[in-house]
T-cell receptor, first 111, second 111 residues
Framework: SQTIHQWPATLVQPVGSPLSLECTVE??????LYWYRQAAGRGLQLLFY??????ISSEVPQNLSASRPQDRQFILSSKKLLLSDSGFYLC??????????FGPGTRLTVT | GEDVEQSLFLSVREGDSSVINCTYT??????LYWYKQEPGAGLQLLTY?????DMKQDQRLTVLLNKKDKHLSLRIADTQTGDSAIYFC???????????FGKGTRLSVIA
């Protein structure tokens, strides 16, 4: 069965600092991968999704970017964090046509 | 555009049934999902239903779909304190399109 790892689990960063969040998956190949953000008290916002290596679709224009250097690795980055970037970042894996599974998440606090 | 609506809060007594409701606007929605999120955790896929189905039952969970009214519900029988969580409704039109999520319903179970 598939496993989704997210690193780190928790992160506190100052405004203006760079960001790199990593998502790696096991137990599957050529998955669709997604990055979501969940702000406090709000629903899920889709940030990026990828259907293959080097293929990234951006849903929301902002100071974040994503990359997929390997089939099972999805990275979320920023050059300069804003306070509004605080939130719970979730990586998700799309299997076949129906099922989508989520990783454990990374809680980011920008101070 | 696509939209998924849920009530934000629901409170029930332990042992009673819980019914969480969801409405969606996209008539071409093909797959509809329920996810559960416990505090500080990622989203857990509970169940999903295809648009050509009216009902799906899995142990204590029953999903009802009224495609005409674009209404989806999740019934939890014999609700337990461990069912306290946020429940998200989601839909997608095809296997390659990202899920569209509601804002989540926070279920509180009173002992």
């Amino acid at each position: 069965s598939q496993t989704i790892h997210q690193w780190p689990a928790t992160l506190v960063q100052p405004v203006g600092s760079p960001l790199s969040l990593e998502c790696t998956v096991e137990g599957t190949s050529n998955p669709n991968l997604y990055w979501y953000r969940q702000a406090a008290g709000r629903g899920l916002q889709l940030l990026f999704y990828s259907v293959g290596i080097g293929q990234i679709s951006s849903e929301v224009p902002q100071n974040l970017s994503a990359s997929r250097p390997q089939d099972r690795q999805f990275i979320l980055s920023s050059k300069k964090l804003l306070l509004s970037d605080s939130g719970f970042y979730l990586c998700a894996l799309g299997l076949d046509a129906y099922e989508q599974y989520f990783g454990p998440g990374t809680r980011l606090t920008v101070t | 555009g696509e939209d998924v609506e849920q009530s934000l809060f629901l409170s029930v007594r332990e042992g009673d049934s819980s019914v969480i409701n969801c409405t969606y606007t996209d008539s071409s929605s093909t797959y509809l999902y329920w996810y559960k999120q416990e505090p500080g955790a990622g989203l857990q896929l509970l169940t999903y239903i295809f648009s050509n189905m009216d009902m799906k039952q899995d142990q204590r969970l029953t999903v009802l779909l009224n495609k005409k009214d674009k209404h989806l519900s999740l019934r939890i029988a014999d609700t337990q304190t461990g069912d306290s969580a946020i429940y998200f409704c989601a839909e997608r039109t095809s296997g390659n399109t990202p899920l569209v999520f509601g804002k989540g319903t926070r279920l509180s179970v009173i002992a």
